[in-house]
Nanobody, 121 residues
């Protein structure tokens, strides 16, 4: 009922930048939190950054000062601007969106398919 389409991953050298996008569509009444998580090979999925509908943000300590999360509420889209990338940022990045569906006020918690970010040294 809610689809997330991610884009923007790729290969970049250390110190470079990438911008990820995630657009949500479907039977959405409202979106509360949107966020990005990542999973490196052999590791558990971890939070990268989240943003509420009011614009409050939360970042993992490892990305503070380098990554910026933002959202366009009119487009149901969340972005992650990643600067000063490091090899340890290499991972599959997943978009997550939570909110309320149009029908019966049901809540949803949806994940994107993931986009690979590779940072070479």
């Amino acid at each position: 009922q809610v689809q997330l389409v991610e884009s923007g991953g790729g290969l970049v050298q250390a110190g470079g930048s990438l911008r990820l996008s995630c657009a949500a569509s479907g039977s959405i009444f409202s979106i509360n939190a949107m966020g990005w998580y990542r999973q490196a090979p052999g590791k558990q999925r971890e939070l990268v950054a989240t943003i509420t509908s009011g614009g409050n943000t939360n970042y993992a300590d490892s990305v503070k000062g380098r990554f910026t999360i933002s959202r366009d509420n009119a487009k149901n889209t969340v972005y992650l601007q990643m600067n000063s990338l490091k090899p340890e940022d290499t991972a599959v990045y997943y978009c997550n969106t939570r909110g309320t569906l149009r029908y019966f006020g049901a809540q949803f918690d949806s994940w994107g398919q993931g986009t690979l970010v590779t940072v070479s040294s």
